[in-house]
């Protein structure tokens, strides 16, 4: 499967916002949870800060600056992309839906946030210059959010 810069920088955006719906999901069914709710309510805030950076990258994107050709790489790119946790539309408000605990709900974040890692990590492999270094800032802080999230499991 080959993926424009375009594309990528859309499949980000989209795993960004569905991260975001699962925060702020999750932190509704959990406001008496205290420092989860608070932590849930951060990262859903964090989620679009990544928005708008993602949007700033496509705005400038050059079309070669993200090309994944059909290679053993790009298959899993392509992998990353569409089994990620929040890869499809409306998956956050989905996974929010199944929430009953905080424990629920943290466990789904980590995943979310390590499966962010992973899928982000490639995509730098992939970038030029100045879009490697945004995307070198979202996955230092995506490792942060993944670290918060573990000091409360």
């Known amino acids: 499967m080959y993926y424009s810069g375009q594309e990528i920088v859309e499949i980000a955006v989209r795993i960004e916002e569905n ?7 999750a932190a509704e069914k959990l406001k008496q949870s205290g420092d989860i709710y608070s932590l849930l309510v951060e990262l859903a805030e964090k989620e679009l800060q990544h928005i708008a950076i993602f949007q700033k990258l496509l705005a400038s994107y050059e079309p070669e600056d993200y090309e ?4 053993d790489a790009s298959a899993y ?30 466990e789904i974040a980590l995943k979310f946030e390590n499966d962010s890692i992973d899928f982000y990590v490639e995509l730098e492999k992939r970038a030029k210059s100045d879009s490697r270094r945004l995307i070198r800032q979202i996955i230092e ?13």
């Open 19 to 25: 991260g975001n719906a699962f925060y702020n999901a």
């Open 68 to 71: 994944i050709a059909a290679d």
């Open 77 to 106: 790119v392509s992998h990353l992309a569409e089994s990620h946790i929040f890869g499809k539309p409306e998956a956050g408000v989905h996974l929010a839906q199944t929430v009953s605990t905080a424990k629920d709900a943290l």
């Open 141 to 153: 802080e995506e490792k942060e959010h993944a670290e918060e999230i573990r000091h409360f499991l």
